[in-house]
């Protein structure tokens, strides 16, 4: 999975408006203001399923419509790839979907019915924005132990490149 974050709003401008307007510039306060967009590539579908369930913010997904289906393009969870009976029944599955929808695809199926077939684990690549207190939010839940593995990644990686983009705001929310 690869993350990037795009776009983050400017603190220092941020703070010189507010300032400007006489408004008082908290950290809790500005959590509301402070927008990131990230480009976030090769993760699996099931793990954007997770993502959009927080409903804070606004993404751009991938459509299957466009993109080429191959075996190459799904998420292999560690679990599977370290054990070779499971990675070989994992493999054998993929082989058998990929082969019925080209079955599909030659018989005239047009690919948003063919798609129907394909893994949730397929590889997609979006564009999400959000505030700072939706990643908040959405980083306190992901990255509870019961989360499954590739939110969780996700949800760290998110994290990080906002504390390294706007570190004054972080570390002040973090301490408290």
């Known amino acids: 999975m690869r993350v990037k974050l795009l776009y983050h709003t400017d603190l220092g401008a941020l703070k010189a408006v507010l300032s400007s307007k006489g408004i008082p510039f908290e950290p809790e306060a500005l959590m509301d203001h402070v927008v990131y967009m990230f480009e ?77 077939i394909l893994p949730g684990g397929i590889k997609t690549k979006l564009v999400m924005t959000l505030s700072a207190r939706s990643l908040m939010h959405m980083v306190w839940q992901r990255t509870a132990l019961q989360a499954q593995w590739e939110i969780r990644e996700l949800a760290e990686t998110l994290l990080s490149q906002a504390r390294e983009a706007t570190p004054d705001l972080w570390t002040k929310i973090i301490e408290r």
């Open 40 to 116: 976030i590539e090769d993760c699996s579908r099931i793990t954007t399923h997770q993502l959009v369930r927080h409903r804070v913010a606004s993404y751009d997904q991938e459509s299957q419509r466009f993109s080429a289906a191959t075996r190459e393009g799904v998420v292999t969870p560690k679990s599977i790839e370290s054990n070779e009976a499971a990675y070989k029944a994992f493999d054998e599955a993929l082989k058998a979907v990929y082969a019925s929808y080209e079955k599909m695809a030659a018989a005239g199926v047009p690919k948003e019915d063919a798609r129907y």
